[in-house]
């Protein structure tokens, strides 16, 4: 079975706000139209929606005294609050499984119900649904205070006012400590909050993500979210498919079907968020001291730092944005910022020199490149995952390989698997920081390291009387290895 084909409805069941009444799509009371289903790093809980068609006689209401059989928006009823309990086989990865009646994060909540058709003998529902995530955060206000690491902080949030388990929750440690109060804030607001504020404990760049997979919900730095290992399988894109029955494997299970550039380094917004130079002003209300902190990616000051990492080659900004004789400043956006300084201690807390600085650059960079590709459906992808694509060069000369441009990671920042009676696929946004195969990790990042080839070796030094060999020597070394046997073959030695 091919993976564009359709899946498989395992368990799909209507239950009631009550509980008391159900309909069950295996007693053919209803038909699944299409399924889509949501993930997003952007997003702090799950959501989707279901298009449902019925007839006349898909449910019975429990309040009929005559006991007839009527439409589920009627005699279920099919009203927000009622709970799905779905479980879809996929021929690629584990079963998108919301089935288990007695966990209540492993079902999915009705928010809302929308008739599109109705006649006398059927009708057409579409459904909106959320995780139990969603709601518990409308329903729930955090009056505390907290105090320490911060990703501890969150740790605690999700458990006392989400109802997280151990088990359901990944979180990245922090370095830093807070103490804040809750402000009667929703706890989801109150962690998103403290995501800019949050700097991992192995690195100094900061900025968080916290949504909501499958697998549970993450609280993830975005080196982290950089420094992990891509999925298992490489995703390739050609302009020329090839039938199954001639890979004879299931390499085109794997291909991307559609790529599209959706935004690539718009650079007056960039310029503007401060992403290539900022001076950041701060203010402590004890002292009545002011101090700044410039930030700037010129000359590499701040990518050339061993901790910061990217999903590809580390490139140089255009030189025209510092210092030029006809260009700006040096420093391109004002921040500025009030320490929070205890009254009895004079202690700044959690100071936003830690973080206010290098937090906006971090996130508008790695959202620098955006790109949308749709796949087969893969339920086994999450938000958050690395993909590693293969994109086929426009050259000549392919056998040369992919391109070393747009080949490399890419983060997926938002997912969305759709279920039709005759197809499946999973459609994603990808970013990603950088360009090109290379990648650069921390040293403390348990990673591969960087390739040799990625590092430029020290020029060799060079007699002052024979500058022309210099610049011969220097051109003839500039192709690797394989080039000057692929370009022996073909006849075109130097």
Not at 187 to 208: K, W
Request: glycine content about 6%.
């Amino acid at each position: 079975m091919a993976a564009s084909q359709s899946s498989v409805y395992e368990k799909f069941i209507i239950l009631s706000a009550d509980g008391q009444n159900r309909a069950d799509i295996a007693n053919a009371e209803f038909r699944v139209t299409s399924f889509d289903y949501y993930e997003n790093i952007l997003s702090p809980f799950i959501t989707g929606t279901v298009v449902i068609s019925s007839t006349s006689g898909a449910a019975q209401s429990k309040d009929d005294k005559q006991n007839r059989s009527g439409s589920l928006h009627s005699s279920l009823p099919l009203r927000a609050g009622c709970q799905l309990l779905v479980k879809i086989k996929n021929e690629i990865g584990e079963p998108l499984d919301f089935s288990v009646e007695d966990d209540e994060y492993k079902k999915l909540y009705v928010t809302d119900v929308k008739l599109l058709t109705v006649s006398s003998t059927s009708e057409t529902v579409q459904i909106r649904f959320s995780s139990r995530t969603a709601w518990l955060n409308e329903t729930n206000k955090v009056v505390r205070s907290y105090s320490g690491k911060i990703s501890e902080s969150v740790k605690k949030i999700l458990k006392d006012e989400l109802s997280f388990e151990d088990s359901k929750i990944n979180i990245d440690p922090s370095s830093n400590s807070y103490t804040f109060l809750g402000m009667n804030k929703r706890p989801l607001d109150l962690i998103a909050m403290l995501c800019i504020r949050s700097v991992p404990s192995n690195v100094v760049n900061p900025g968080y993500f916290c949504y909501e997979t499958k697998s549970g919900f993450n609280y993830l730095s975005a080196d982290t979210l950089i420094n992990q290992d891509p999925f298992e399988r490489i995703y390739k894109y050609s302009g020329q498919p090839i039938a199954t029955a001639e890979t004879k494997d299931d390499s085109n299970n794997y291909k991307i079907s559609s790529f599209n550039t959706t935004q690539h380094q718009d650079l007056l917004s960039q310029i503007r968020s401060g992403v290539f130079s900022s001076k950041n002003v701060f203010f402590n209300p004890t002292t009545c001291v002011f101090t700044e902190i410039d930030i700037t990616v010129e000359d590499k000051k701040l990518t050339k730092d061993p901790k910061f990492s990217t999903l590809g080659k580390k490139e140089d900004p255009p030189p025209f944005l510092f210092g030029s004789k006809k260009g700006g400043k040096r420093y391109h956006r004002v921040q500025s910022a009030i320490f929070d300084v205890g009254t009895d201690s004079g202690d700044v807390n959690n100071s936003p020199e830690l973080y206010y600085a290098g937090g906006s650059t971090r996130y508008n960079l790695l959202f620098s490149q955006v790109y949308s590709a749709t796949v087969p459906c893969n339920t086994d992808l999450e938000a958050g995952h690395v993909l590693k694509l293969e994109i086929e060069s426009n050259s000549q000369d392919k056998e040369q390989g992919p391109d070393q441009v747009q080949s490399g990671n890419y983060i997926i920042q938002a997912l969305h698997h759709h279920f039709e009676p005759n197809k499946s696929t999973t459609s994603m946004n990808l970013i990603r920081d950088s360009y090109g195969l290379h990648f650069t990790k921390p040293p403390s990042a348990p990673a591969v390291s960087p390739p040799k080839s990625s590092a430029k070796p020290s020029p060799k030094p060079v007699p002052p009387s024979k500058p022309p060999e210099k610049s011969a020597e220097t051109n003839k070394d500039t192709r690797t290895s394989w080039q000057r046997r692929l370009d022996a073959r073909r006849g075109r030695r130097n």
